[in-house]
């Protein structure tokens, strides 16, 4: 397959001086579900600003589609990347089906309607992430893990090919972060979206994803397989933690040791 | 989707609200200290060689009172919709950033300098204020952006120090100005709607009209804008543009009221509020039943200000701020669930 989202040495910097992202360089591959890991500070969230241009590179390319992202115009760049940002609720009590209409917003014809094909891809986007039961509530009167969900729904609604994500389970409980991650791979493997996340958590990022980009605050950065990127010495490299690592499957997991930590002993499958 | 918005939906509500706002005007032309016959209005200007006193304070007196009613209400609860939305703030009205301060400076400037010259027949208070408004918006615009592009929260404390300096130069030429002269002044800052020069009610009128369909060509953009302007920047909105335009009219039209009637206060907050605790907070259809019910709500409050302590006259900001509240405060308890901000 080929790549959908190519960046060539990236540098970004808030102030001339300052430089959070350092002659970075990747590709993501179409259908792939990408998290991005790191610390505080490292530029994540600068990174999936930059590959949705709400912020400009001080230099180095991005591609989405083989085509630089500032040549898009904002309709046309809204077709190919939706972003899922960290929770907000607007200050005017919009519904849930409203909410995720203004996906459509580039679509409406002149006089700033919807037509047939735009409802039923609202409907989809609905049914697909099991929000269409509260559909005409206020966005304000949901659970956090559920005003997630209209908000992924929003995103899919778009039709885009990318999902670009930050953060998508802050604030949620387990059941609502596995929901949420369960939802989103769903979504890559039925509609073979390209999907890329922030996340702190790297064992969710771990089960569920095919690639991490995992930043440091010192600029450097690994990309590549969850299993070759995720190790003990790479994650206490980078995050300045000691981890244990066990194993479930195929997949490892992680448990940050801090300085008071147990000795749990050796954790196996039949602990699990 | 029974609770979308459909165009159909959007027609027979905004037909049924301007049926309501004819039945208003017409209602209220009716109205006043002298009591008049339509049949005797229709007899025309003269009767019998003489003066036809029902047609005189018909034409002449009630209808473009009524007529700059409904194009200052409307363009006050528009502006109101606008700046709501781009400042994504519940409290923001069409005077949140200055542009009261700025006209009235533009007044008490006028009436201290004592110029007597006249332009379509007016004095140079009316240009005065729409020079303050319009200098003064593009002064908190201006400052606004030095905090960074539109930042809201730089463009709102740029909008209260802006609108408390000026308040205080008012105060300061005020108090050094002679009794007639503040007269003036307080007067004009009370908010009057009294016209009579047809030409400048359709030039106002035409103006606040096209900006208002301009305004509604950009509603879906707008209620993107209410999630914020990178979550409507990823949903195709192209921010710059939005911004400009939707701050451009509303700051221009509130420029026009302003000029024309003096500052009135309540109807560019509470109007949009009412339509959007009743109808719902979709800006494509905000703005337009906003506007009928401005029209609406500053027809019948300026006709009240004609007729309570008869034959004086109150200032409508008075009767907007007496009516205004009380309705408002019911209107919020008995809708109170079905908006979020008050959770």
Not at chain 2, 58 to 67: Q, S
């Amino acid at each position: 397959m080929s790549a959908i989202i190519e960046v060539k040495n990236l540098s970004f910097g808030y102030t001339p001086q300052n430089t959070i992202l350092k002659d970075i360089s990747f590709e993501i591959k179409a259908g792939t579900f990408l998290a991005i890991a790191g610390p505080n500070g490292a530029g994540k969230s600068t990174l999936l600003n930059l590959l949705c241009r709400a912020l400009k590179p001080k230099s180095g390319t991005i591609k989405i589609d083989a085509i630089p992202i500032e040549s898009y115009n904002w309709e046309a760049l809204a077709g190919k990347v939706a972003v899922v940002r960290q929770e907000f609720v607007p200050v005017f009590g919009f519904s849930v089906i409203e909410t995720v209409l203004m996906a459509r917003t580039p679509y409406f014809g002149t006089f700033g309607f919807e037509n047939k094909t735009d409802k039923q891809i609202v409907n989809e986007a609905l049914e697909a992430t099991d929000t269409a039961q509260f559909a005409s509530r206020p966005l304000g009167s949901l659970s956090g893990g559920e005003r997630q969900r209209v908000f992924i729904a929003r995103a899919l609604a778009a039709n885009s090919p990318v999902l670009l994500l930050d953060e998508p389970t802050s604030f949620l409980d387990l059941k609502h972060q596995v929901g949420i991650y369960d939802l989103l791979k769903s979504t890559q493997l039925e509609q073979g979206k390209t999907i890329v996340s922030i996340t702190h958590d790297i064992n969710l990022a771990a089960q569920y994803c095919d690639q991490i980009l995992l930043l440091g605050a010192d600029g450097n950065y690994h990309i590549g397989e969850t299993k070759d990127v995720f190790s003990t010495e790479q994650i206490e490299k980078v995050f300045g933690v000691r981890t244990f690592v066990g194993s479930l499957g195929k997949e490892n997991f992680f448990i940050p040791l801090g300085k008071f930590a147990k000795d749990s002993g050796q954790i196996t499958d039949k602990h699990i | 989707m029974k609770e979308l918005l459909t165009p159909k939906k959007l027609v027979i509500r905004t037909v049924s609200a301007l049926t309501v706002l004819a039945v208003v005007m017409f209602t209220c032309s009716l109205i006043g200290t002298e009591s008049i016959s339509l049949k005797a209005v229709f007899g025309g200007a003269d009767i019998q060689e003489s003066v036809n006193p029902d047609y005189e304070i018909f034409v002449k007196v009630r209808l473009p009172r009524i007529i700059l009613a409904c194009l200052v209400g409307a363009a006050l609860a528009c502006s109101g919709v606008v700046f709501q939305a781009l400042l994504r703030n519940p409290l923001a009205d069409p005077y949140i950033l200055g542009i009261s301060s700025g006209a009235g400076l533009g007044v008490i400037i006028a009436v201290i300098s004592g110029l007597d010259w006249m332009l379509l027949g007016r004095s140079p208070i009316a240009f005065f204020a729409f020079a303050g408004a319009l200098g003064t918006i593009w002064l908190v615009w201006f400052i606004g952006r030095l905090t960074g592009k539109f930042h809201v929260t730089g463009l709102l404390l740029a909008g209260v120090v802006v609108n408390a300096f000026f308040s205080a130069v008012i105060m300061f030429l005020t108090s050094i100005a002679k009794s007639q002269q503040v007269y003036s002044t307080i007067f004009w800052l009370m908010g009057n709607i009294t016209e009579e020069d047809f030409l400048v009610l359709w030039l106002g009128a035409g103006f606040v009209v096209t900006g208002i369909l301009a305004l509604f060509y950009i509603s879906p953009q707008l209620n993107a804008l209410s999630f914020g302007e990178e979550d409507a920047r990823s949903m195709g909105v192209n921010i710059a543009r939005t911004q400009l335009i939707a701050f451009g009219i509303a700051a221009a039209i509130t420029a026009i009221a302003v000029s024309l009637s003096g500052l009135i206060g309540f109807v560019g907050l509470l109007v949009p509020h009412a339509v959007r605790l009743i109808f719902g907070p979709d800006h494509r259809q905000l703005l337009p039943l906003s506007g009928i019910f401005g029209a609406i709500f500053l027809v019948i409050a300026d006709t009240l200000a004609r007729v309570i302590i008869a034959p004086a006259q109150l200032p409508v900001g008075v009767v907007t701020a007496i009516l205004g509240g009380p309705f408002f405060l019911v209107l919020l308890v008995k809708y109170s669930r079905k908006v979020s901000w008050l959770r």
